[in-house]
């Protein structure tokens, strides 16, 4: 969860009004959250909310690269991490891997798992900032919300879910 306050860059004095977003991420080691850069952009207030409780606990964000739209965050507060475990990091899936693509879409309070397959390994354009860089796509669903998610191939993280085609069906890409 998301509190966010864009500058207005045609108006630089001013600053656009106050919102909010909601996105996915997940533990990775050394009590730390990896997840979208464009999923804290311009962050005032970042909470983290564990699945299966409804406390949210105000997270820190640590690093964000936006030019590989990706963000690590942590929370301070030791009660989060009671219970979690962190994923563990595997390779570039190849073609026709299968992959699950887990996170929590706009629409629903449940996590969500679609599972794909990549049909594409190369360099493509981040909507996020332009740049060109590493990217796989997949048949699986990633809708708003999902962004930030985890993309599994046999227990381990081979992608983050970063965006979706527009106009084009089930057709989503990982970094």
Known sequence: YCTYTEPHFSLPWQMKRQDSATSSGFVISEKRILGNAHGVAFHS????R??????KYIAKVLHVGHEC????????????WNGLHPLRLG?????QDMIN?????????????????VSRVGVGKYSHTEEC????QIDA???AGN??????????????????LDDAENIGYII
Not at 50 to 55: D, I, R, V
Not at 91 to 95: A, E, F, R, S
Not at 103 to 114: A, C, E, L, M, Q
């Open 50 to 55: 564990k699945h299966g409780t409804a406390k």
């Open 147 to 164: 962004s930030g998610g985890p993309a599994i191939k046999r227990n381990r993280v081979v992608g983050v879910a970063f965006e979706t």
């Open 69 to 80: 739209d990706l963000a690590m965050l942590t929370v301070e507060d030791d009660e989060f």
């Open 91 to 95: 390779g570039v899936p190849q073609l």
């Open 141 to 143: 669903a990633i809708n």
């Open 101 to 117: 693509v887990v996170g929590y879409p706009t629409g629903g309070d449940n996590i969500s798992v679609t599972q794909g397959i």
């Open 133 to 136: 860089l590493l990217a796989v």
């Open 45 to 48: 207030v970042v909470r983290i």
